[in-house]
């Protein structure tokens, strides 16, 4: 360098950097430091990747638990009307029977009972709305 100052900058051109060892081990850090920074910003895009995606599989999820529990409301419902019908239409009519001793037996028919648990609807049901980039007509 004392002989040739331009040295260093021939070198650069020629991609060739000039180092004494304790030079080559500051850049050689440097090079490891940003190896490490990237593989990191790509675990990061990875992570956020997965998080978008968990994010949708739950609210895909969570629309089907809110389906499900409309449709096991709408079957308990049927259900109760079904007992309903059963009790003030029929089970009167074959009571009588069983009054006039018509039945051939001393047992009886147990009275249907109604179900009047309903579904839990889920607390954070329409709060989550997740729009699929991938479908063109914007529908979910």
């Avoid at 995606?53 to 049927?78: N, P, T």
């Avoid at 049901?125 to 529908?139: H, P, S």
């Amino acid at each position: 360098m004392e002989q040739d100052p331009a040295l260093l900058e021939r070198g650069v051109e020629q991609r060739v950097i000039l180092a004494t060892p304790i030079t080559l081990i500051a850049v050689l850090r440097a090079v490891a430091y940003g190896w490490r920074q990237e593989n990191l910003a790509a675990h990061a895009q990875e992570i956020s990747d997965l998080g978008k995606e968990l994010y949708k599989r739950i609210a895909d999820m969570s629309g089907h638990f809110s389906d499900v529990g409309s449709k096991l409301g709408k079957a308990v419902e049927s259900y109760n009307r079904a007992v309903g019908s059963l009790e003030s239409r029929v089970l009167v009519s074959t009571r009588r029977f069983h009054e006039l001793e018509a039945t051939g037996t001393e047992r009886e028919i147990d009275p249907a009972l109604l179900v009047d648990i309903t579904p839990r609807p889920l607390q954070a049901a329409g709060k989550v709305r997740v729009i699929d980039e991938n479908r063109v007509d914007g529908t979910k």
